[in-house]
Nanobody, 116 residues
Framework: QVQLVEAGGGLVQAGGSLRLSCAAS????????MGWYRQAPGKQRELVAT???????NSADSVKGRFTISGDNAKNTVYLQMNSLKPEDTAVYYC??????????WGEGTLVTVSS
């Protein structure tokens, strides 16, 4: 069982920045990958960005150049730095951890609201 604790959501004006963090209860080296997904009202959950145990990253086209995912192995924590935020980035952001042959674990989510 993997527990994920998210922090860092809140209200910010368009153009501003926020940093989300996700602390895992296990070493992130034991995970296949971690990532961030988001779900806006009335929409499906979508991938934002992922990072593998080897440090390879992937992100959605809609956030490329604005959001950066990174990991701190010593703290078992993954971060999502969000810059140049837009109102359409408003959503509940969920941390995800994936383990090969086991499946996915999810955090409870943290709300990000971007005002215009």
């Amino acid at each position: 069982q993997v527990q994920l604790v998210e922090a860092g959501g809140g209200l910010v004006q368009a153009g501003g920045s926020l940093r989300l963090s996700c602390a895992a209860s296990v070493s992130i080296f034991s995970l296949n990958r971690m990532g961030w997904y988001r779900q806006a009202p009335g929409k499906q959950r979508e991938l934002v960005a992922t990072i593998t145990a080897g440090g390879f990253t992937n992100s959605a086209d809609s956030v490329k150049g604005r959001f950066t995912i990174s990991g701190d192995n010593a703290k078992n924590t993954v971060y999502l730095q969000m810059n140049s935020l837009k109102p359409e980035d408003t959503a509940v952001y969920y941390c995800n951890a994936n383990i090969d042959y086991v499946g996915d674990y999810w955090g409870e989510g943290t709300l990000v609201t971007v005002s215009s």
